[in-house]
């Protein structure tokens, strides 16, 4: 059973930074298509962005031009680079597979963008 552990999020002023990383328990990353999501308070969770195994890249157009999808195969780890972040980037943040995998979703990593 994989398992996918969240972190770096944390309270950054509007139009500051962050850095997010997902680890996995077992390499996965060259196998799986994998994106982060995120879920904002009262809303559905939506995916903001994903990176195949091909090392494809699409963004959600709300985080287009401000957001960066990385991963590290030889960590097991994927990245997210939050620039030029605003108030509605707050939520909780999460790494799956694309589509999700019910099984994989884990705790998360709260960001909370305020001033």
């Known amino acids: 059973q994989v398992q996918l552990v969240e972190s770096g999020g944390g309270l950054v002023q509007p139009g500051g930074s962050l850095r997010l990383s997902c680890v996995a328990s077992r390499s996965i990353f060259n196998i799986y298509n994998m994106g982060w999501y995120r879920q904002a308070p009262g809303k559905q969770r939506e995916l903001v962005a994903g990176?195949?195994?091909?090392?494809?890249?699409n963004y959600a157009d709300s985080v287009k031009g401000r957001f960066t999808i990385s991963r590290d195969p030889a960590k097991n780890r994927v990245y997210l680079l939050m620039n030029s972040m605003k108030p509605d980037d707050t939520a909780v943040y999460y790494c799956?597979?694309?589509?999700?995998?019910?099984?994989?979703w884990g705790q998360g990593t709260q960001v909370t963008v305020s001033a």
């Open positions: 990176i195949t195994s091909g090392r494809s890249i």
């Open positions: 799956n597979r694309v589509p999700s995998a019910d099984d994989l």
